[in-house]
């Protein structure tokens, strides 16, 4: 797996919460999907840099594996293919937005069905930007707060799957994490470290 991030400056909104470098298994390990295209760098890059930093290893998957563009034309090389994913291998998913997300990852039935495995087996479930959707389409968002890119389309998809809606740019309700795009890029990546780590403290 490899990934090269755009060069990119990304600033803080709001203090974050501490992150604890600790010796984190080798089994417990994050997934992040990525559309292949037109992927939100920025929504790439904070969690690959906050995960990192935690000491938790990480795959990238896709509708395909191999090299993913970013909408602001970074490179990710995606090591698997949904379909190669086995979730019982995985602590936790994160799945990254951009316009990509819509085209490539609302409709993918592989990606909500994992979506709704890891939530029914109370691993982290996130998602980002327009990603939000696919945990809508899972059916896992219902009664529980969470936020999204301020899309009209967006938010009516996660009012279909009965999500609590807010304008909050980072929501964590039980082990959802959901965020509202790139500005809340890097809260949203160590929030979701925290909620990884946390057992293990």
Same mark, same amino acid.
């Given at each position: 797996?490899?990934?090269?991030?755009?060069?990119?400056?990304?600033?803080?909104?709001?203090?974050?919460?501490?992150?604890?470098?600790?010796?984190?298994p080798?089994?417990?390990?994050?997934?992040?999907?990525?559309?292949?295209?037109?992927?939100?760098?920025?929504?790439?890059?904070?969690?690959?840099?906050? !995960?990192?930093k935690?000491?938790?290893?990480?795959?990238?998957?896709?509708?395909?594996?191999?090299?993913?563009?970013?909408?602001?034309?970074?490179?990710?090389?995606?090591? !698997?293919?949904?379909?190669?994913?086995?979730?019982?291998?995985?602590?936790? !998913?994160?799945?990254?937005g &951009?316009? &990509?997300?819509?085209?490539?990852?609302?409709?993918?039935?592989?990606?909500?069905?994992?979506?709704?495995?890891?939530? &029914?087996?109370?691993?982290?479930?996130?998602?980002?930007c327009?990603?939000?959707?696919?945990?809508?389409?899972?059916?896992?968002?219902?009664?529980?707060?969470?936020?999204?890119?301020?899309s009209?389309?967006?938010?009516?998809?996660?009012?279909?799957?009965?999500? !609590?809606?807010?304008?909050?740019?980072?929501?964590?309700?039980?082990?959802?994490?959901?965020?509202?795009?790139?500005?809340?890029?890097?809260?949203?990546?160590?929030a979701?470290?925290?909620?990884?780590?946390?057992?293990?403290?």
């Amino acid at each position: 797996m490899r990934y090269v991030p755009p060069q990119i400056s990304i600033a803080g909104s709001r203090a974050k919460p501490q992150i604890r470098r600790r010796n984190i298994p080798e089994t417990m390990k994050a997934l992040i999907a990525i559309a292949p295209e037109k992927y939100r760098d920025e929504e790439l890059a904070e969690p690959v840099a906050a !995960l990192t930093k935690a000491g938790i290893a990480f795959d990238i998957a896709s509708t395909r594996a191999g090299t993913c563009t970013g909408m602001l034309g970074g490179k990710a090389t995606a090591s !698997l293919s949904f379909d190669e994913i086995d979730p019982n291998n995985y602590k936790g !998913l994160i799945i990254v937005g &951009g316009a &990509g997300s819509q085209t490539y990852l609302w409709e993918d039935d592989i990606l909500v069905q994992l979506a709704s495995y890891f939530h &029914g087996k109370d691993k982290v479930v996130a998602a980002i930007c327009l990603a939000p959707v696919v945990l809508a389409k899972a059916g896992i968002l219902k009664g529980k707060k969470a936020t999204v890119y301020d899309s009209p389309v967006a938010v009516l998809e996660m009012k279909k799957g009965r999500a !609590l809606v807010t304008k909050d740019l980072v929501v964590t309700d039980g082990r959802i994490i959901t965020a509202n795009g790139p500005a809340a890029a890097k809260a949203f990546a160590e929030a979701v470290v925290k909620e990884l780590s946390d057992e293990f403290w």
